[in-house]
């Protein structure tokens, strides 16, 4: 399977606990998004990677959430001190270039529940 | 910031009948509006996109059209069949940083259900 994958698919933790979710984007784009879907919306953009670089955060990402990807290859997304509105459904999405033109897509998703 | 509405929430249709799905954005920035289907527990899944630069986009049975004046852009399914039923999201989506690195924002989705 070469698209995106994520892993874990399913979390339950209790609120106060950490968790960190993993994304590995598909081989060779350079760009890794990370978005946060609720019940019943669409995806919202939580933030961006150009390689190793993180370039762009949205208001969404409280201090509470950090996004790392170290050799610009894989990522993690770690919420500190869950809370119950941290309950979602945690997506990645990886894109590449052609010229201006960029395609993201998506993996399969981590799908949180804090108790 | 960008606002994407999408009507209607839910839409049933006979085998073999056409479904639209309609968006409207509200910032002239955005520039490429993809649509995504998302199955239950699976991620979203593009289907075809459209850039500003287009009108109409055709893919088989896919068709979408924009109308950047009245920024609204609409999807078409045409001889629907039962695995056409999923939820549809439209997107738009603008430049972020410097680059072409896309910032996308989402509608609420349609449910469509295809009856056999």
């Known amino acids: 399977d070469t698209g995106v994958s994520q892993n874990p698919r399913h979390k339950i933790t209790k609120r106060g606990q950490n968790v960190t979710f993993r994304c590995d984007p598909i081989?060779?784009?350079?760009?890794l998004y990370w978005y946060r879907q609720t019940l019943g919306q669409g995806p919202e953009f939580l933030t961006y990677?150009?390689?190793?670089?993180?370039?762009?955060k949205s208001r969404l990402l409280s201090d509470r959430f950090s996004a790392e990807r170290p050799k610009g290859s894989f990522s993690t997304l770690e919420i500190q001190r869950t809370e119950q509105g941290d309950s979602a459904m945690y997506l990645c999405?990886?894109?590449?270039?052609?010229?201006?033109?960029?395609?993201?897509?998506f993996g399969p998703g981590t799908r949180l529940l804090v108790l | 910031g960008e606002n994407v509405e999408q009507h209607p929430s839910t839409l049933s249709v006979q085998e073999g009948d056409s479904a639209v799905i309609k968006c409207t954005y509200s910032?002239?920035?955005?520039?490429?509006f993809p649509w995504y289907k998302q199955e239950l527990g699976k991620g979203p899944q593009l289907i075809i996109d459209?850039?500003?630069?287009?009108g109409e986009k055709k893919d088989q049975r896919i068709a979408v059209t924009l109308n950047k004046t009245a920024k609204h852009f609409s999807l078409h399914i045409t001889e629907t069949q039962p695995e056409d039923s999923a939820v549809y999201f439209c997107?738009?989506?603008?430049?972020?940083?410097?680059?072409?690195?896309?910032?996308?924002?989402f509608g609420s989705g349609t449910q469509l259900t295809v009856l056999p």
């Open positions: 910032d002239s920035a955005s520039n490429y």
């Open positions: 999405a990886s894109s590449y270039t052609q010229g201006t033109l960029e395609t993201q897509y």
């Open positions: 459209i850039r500003s630069n287009v």
């Open positions: 081989s060779e784009h350079n760009r």
């Open positions: 997107a738009a989506g603008k430049r972020i940083s410097s680059g072409s690195a896309r910032q996308l924002t």
């Open positions: 990677f150009q390689n190793e670089a993180q370039l762009e």
